[in-house]
């Protein structure tokens, strides 16, 4: 069973910052993915950024680009998304993903909230 803790969701100013964490534990594919999605009320779930088991290749979506940065710890199977300069349309529930084996295998947090007050 993989779970996935997410912690440092929580409100703040624009142009402020957060740190969201995510540790993961169980049986976990060794070469794996991991990221950030979030999804704001009556929107879909989107990418902000993953990070390879590696770290050699990160993506990140276009609107967080030059304000986000997301990172991993493999000996403590967790990644972090430090967010800066925070914008209000930052706001919305952010989950954390683990996936590996081409997708086969996927597993999400249980989500922490994210507000940004203008």
């Known amino acids: 069973q993989v779970q996935l803790v997410e912690s440092g969701g929580g409100l703040v100013q624009a142009g402020g910052s957060l740190r969201l964490s995510c540790a993961a534990s169980g049986s976990i594919g060794s070469i794996n993915v991991m990221g950030w999605y979030r999804q704001a009320p009556g929107n879909e779930r989107e990418l902000v950024a993953d990070i390879t088991s590696s770290g050699g290749r990160t993506n990140y979506a276009d609107s967080v680009k030059g304000r986000f940065t997301i990172s991993r710890d493999n000996a403590k199977n967790t990644v972090y998304l430090q967010m800066n300069s925070l914008k209000p349309e930052d706001t919305a529930v952010y989950y954390c993903?683990?996936?590996?084996?081409?997708?086969?295998?996927?597993?999400w947090g249980q989500g922490t909230q994210v507000t940004v007050s203008s």
């Open positions: 993903n683990i996936y590996w084996g081409g997708r086969n295998y996927i597993h």
